[in-house]
């Protein structure tokens, strides 16, 4: 009986960036185990790591381009790429956030179907040792680099912004007011830009807004100030991350 195909590099990769749902990543984990690769994944987290602590952020993304292109010589047509600017609650400043997407002429679908599944967000700590998965309510402090993700669970548009201690609203989804941003219905998708915490005091509440229809992004503004709730047509998820003095 031939033996199963073992999990290809591409997808250690994104379970090692933490680009996987957690059904998903789970049971690849089982499948890693069963193959004795463990090691595998513990290899390219320690890699990345490392590159992201050793190289200033243009280096890094000709490494990132380095590694694809050898990749792509030995398996066919691959393209992947890190690096997001950093958008800080305060000023423009420039980063790398650890994050990788990858296409492929026969890439493996991974998404979320089926009735249970409800648009959500996901909120990543950028790490030395990689993306951190945070729980709602986690303990996050001034510096913080976060990464925003969706599951917008079929619905095609779309907002996520976040009020702070001071009442300060910031928009990441779309990074201005205006309309609702289309989304990608399928699978958890990252928003373009990472978000750095600055000093404002308590907590940072972020809430992620969808509809089947277009609608304004003054309608979350107004519910994150609670000046106003949303219209039925909104449904909404939300995740606080709590601030250590």
Known sequence: MASEIKVPDWLLERLAAGE??????????A????????DDLKAIADSNAEILAALPPAKVAREIERRVD?????RGAHRAWWAFPVATACAASIAVAAIVYHRTPNQ??????????????????????????LRTNAQVSKGDVLQIRYLAAGKPFGVIASIDGRGTVTFHLPESPGRAAPLAR??????????ELDDSPNFERFLFVTSDVPFDTEEVAGALRGGSGLSPAL????????KSP
């Open 20 to 29: 996987l749902p957690r059904a998903r990543a789970e049971a690849l984990l």
């Open 31 to 38: 499948r890693l185990r069963s193959e004795g690769r463990e």
């Open 70 to 74: 050898a990749q792509a010589a030995h």
């Open 108 to 133: 493996e679908y991974v998404g979320i179907k089926g009735p249970d599944h409800r648009p959500a967000l996901r909120i990543y700590r950028k790490t030395k040792a990689g993306p951190e998965l």
């Open 186 to 195: 399928e699978g958890e998708r990252a928003l373009a830009h990472a978000y």
């Open 235 to 242: 449904a909404s998820s939300e995740f606080v991350v709590n």
